[in-house]
């Protein structure tokens, strides 16, 4: 089965930029999704089919897809993107979901 | 604006059948353009899919649980549903229903989650 690999934490300055990776074999031939989950709450998709922004998500959130990495990459971090961020994608008829990563905002 | 709600028991006993339905609210079910999904999330664990159904009736199901898992749909009521048989202490979970694009597969739309603990 298919499986996505996340790095199970980021740090980032304030203000700096994060850069969140999900690995998974040719990756870049599926559309992947990326979501955002605060404590107690659902996850909220903040990318979709790679690089789209829902209404409402921040220019600060972008994303890009190649080879066999995803990168979710939030610009000027702030402390209100400290989260667990998941990425996701259809292959063989599943969903897959990455395994998470906590970013830390220092 | 669609909404999604959950309902059912938060407490299962092992061995026993965890059924939850989830009510979609501000548009239809019956719409060509998605699936509709269950998601789950162990406490302090990561996001599985447990499987998804089309307003057809057409399903998937996620491999490691398809021999436990039914979903069904009644669109004269709007609703999905999940039965998840033959519960143990691992099934306990946050449950989320949500709605799924037929083509690229994102989950846009979540309910709140519910918590079920199974347990005697």
């Known amino acids: 089965s298919y499986e996505l690999t996340q790095p199970l934490s980021v740090s980032v300055a304030l203000g700096q930029t994060a850069r969140i990776t999900c690995g998974g074999n040719?990756?870049?031939?599926?559309?992947v999704h990326w979501y955002q989950q605060k404590p107690g709450q659902a996850p909220l998709p903040v990318i979709y089919r790679d690089s789209k922004r829902p209404s409402g998500i921040p220019e600060r959130f972008s994303g890009s897809n190649s080879g066999n990495t995803a990168t979710l990459t939030i610009s000027r971090a702030q402390a209100g993107d400290e989260a667990d961020y998941y990425c996701?994608?259809?292959?063989?008829?599943?969903?897959?979901f990455g395994g998470g990563t906590k970013l830390t905002v220092l | 604006q669609l909404h999604l709600q959950e309902s059912g028991p938060g407490l299962v006993k092992p061995s026993e059948t965890l059924s939850l339905t989830c009510t979609v609210s501000g548009g239809s079910i019956s719409s060509s353009t998605y699936y509709w999904g269950w998601i789950r999330q162990p406490p302090g664990k990561g996001l599985e899919w447990i499987g998804s159904?089309?307003?057809?009736?057409?399903?998937y199901y996620n491999v490691s649980l398809k021999s436990r898992v039914t979903i069904s749909v009644d669109t004269s009521e709007n609703q999905f549903s999940l039965n998840l048989s033959s519960v143990t202490a691992a099934d306990t979970a946050v449950y989320y229903c949500?709605?799924?694009?037929?083509?690229?597969?994102?989950?846009?739309?979540w309910s709140q989650g519910t918590l079920v603990t199974v347990s005697s």
């Open positions: 040719n990756i870049g031939s599926k559309n």
């Open positions: 949500a709605r799924q694009g037929l083509g690229d597969h994102v989950f846009d739309y």
């Open positions: 996701q994608v259809w292959d063989s008829s599943s969903v897959v």
């Open positions: 159904i089309y307003y057809s009736g057409s399903t």
